[in-house]
């Protein structure tokens, strides 16, 4: 198999006394989607934080071991951010467009990063993100219309959209359907293996159901660790923990 993108080594994480992670270890490779099961408040979103520094932004949070992303150590003293979360992008639970047009809203990224794209550059980019999300047919006609205006399915794609005008390596998906209907959400998942051939996806979720439709790896959480780490299938048909065979046919969670 390849050197995997990411690389999780000895990692431990603390909300001050509190230990949120504990000794996770575990490889993520290049255009695969990863899911991370688990029941509430076992580590999920805190695992997925860490591989964009978001959990920085929490006071009191320190972390021992390493991260590897490309073989650098994400948490080393000299991980640049801005760097690390250009590479490393986040969808989140709710739909967050910027109250801005639909195009400034796709540009933000290259604005941000200082990318001095001359306008058909930009409008090159706004077409490209939006086809990868297939909205550039709903939208090309309205894209200097608020974003606030669209539907919440429209606005998680919009919000992914965002996402892969910088170019992103790796994209981090935070319960990216809960606030989605059913319908919506079978099309995100459709969107999310189409995704997979250009990019590696990481996605928390609380519906296994969704984790063994569109991932080809699964970790399974528990008080802060990772219990058991493989392939979909073998997770979901031939679990080698107890613990994990007991969330899954549904036993406690």
């Known amino acids: 198999m390849d050197k995997p993108i990411l690389e999780v080594n000895n990692l431990n994480l603390w909300y001050g006394d509190f230990q949120a992670l504990k000794d996770v270890n575990a490889s993520f490779y290049a255009r695969r989607i990863t899911a991370i099961i688990g029941p509430s408040g076992c580590g999920k979103s805190t695992l997925l934080r860490v591989f964009n520094r978001m959990n920085d932004l929490i006071e009191g949070v320190r972390a021992s071991g390493n991260v590897l992303i490309d073989g650098q150590d994400i948490l080393g003293p000299r991980a640049e951010l801005v760097v690390l979360r250009k590479k490393v992008g986040m969808v989140f639970q709710r739909p967050n467009p ?4 639909i195009y400034e809203n796709i540009v933000f990224g290259q604005r ?12 090159e980019i706004v077409e490209e993100s939006l086809k990868a999300v297939l909205l ?13 205006g669209l539907s919440l399915e429209q606005k998680q794609r919009l919000c992914i959209a965002r996402l892969l005008a910088v170019r992103p390596e790796i994209v981090l998906m935070d319960e990216p359907c809960s606030a989605l209907d059913p319908q919506s959400t079978m099309r995100i998942e ?5 995704l997979k051939n250009n990019y590696t996806i990481i996605i928390v979720t609380h519906n296994m159901q969704q984790a063994a439709r569109v991932s080809d790896d699964t970790g399974f959480m528990l008080l802060g660790e990772l219990i058991e780490f493989g392939l979909t299938q073998d997770i979901f048909t031939r679990p080698r923990d107890k613990r994990t ?7 406690f969670g």
């Open 190 to 194: 459709e969107l999310m293996r189409e």
């Open 245 to 251: 065979e007991d969330y899954i046919t549904g036993r």
């Open 136 to 148: 550039w047919g709903d939208l090309k006609d309205k894209l200097h219309k608020s974003a606030l």
């Open 98 to 101: 910027f109250p801005l047009s």
């Open 112 to 123: 941000i990063h200082g990318n001095a794209a001359g306008k058909n550059r930009l409008d």
